[in-house]
């Protein structure tokens, strides 16, 4: 009569394992099923704002008109060509706050990796003042 109950344990303990592994399998086959089908792959990431494929390369005044001209460099996107519309603000680097002004460069036909400028216009600029030329804004459109 040992042996048979000691078998009959050994019988419970294989069904036990036995469900177990079946469990384990109804848990954890969708969650697999649901990873495969998937595809693994992360989401593409969004397009970086336009501003930052503009940056301004150079800020002067013009001796003859004092008006002050920034220079405004483009690069192009990985989604393909387009024009960039880039709105520069001169101010005075003493003056802390305060309203600026502002100007509008187009800069047209920027192929994906290559570097197009343009130039921008601002007011006339008093004699006694030290010009900042910066990027406020910029607007990207892709091309067709």
Do not use: H, N
């Amino acid at each position: 009569m040992a042996v048979s109950t000691s078998t009959s344990a050994l019988k419970w303990q294989g069904w036990l394992v036995g469900l177990v592994t079946l469990a384990g399998l109804l848990v954890f086959a969708p969650l697999g099923l649901y990873v495969w089908a998937s595809g693994g792959a992360l989401p593409e990431a969004a397009p970086r704002p336009a501003v930052e494929y503009v940056r301004v390369t150079g800020c002067r005044v013009d001796p003859a008109g004092r008006r002050i001209a920034a220079t405004v460099e483009a690069t192009g996107r990985a989604e393909g060509a387009g024009a960039y519309v880039v709105t520069v603000e001169f101010r005075d680097r003493a003056a802390a706050g305060g309203r600026a002004a502002q100007a509008l460069v187009r800069i047209p036909g920027v192929a994906p990796g290559a570097t197009e400028y343009g130039e921008a216009l601002g007011p006339v600029w008093p004699a006694a003042t030290t010009p900042w030329c910066g990027v406020a804004a910029a607007e990207f459109t892709a091309a067709g």
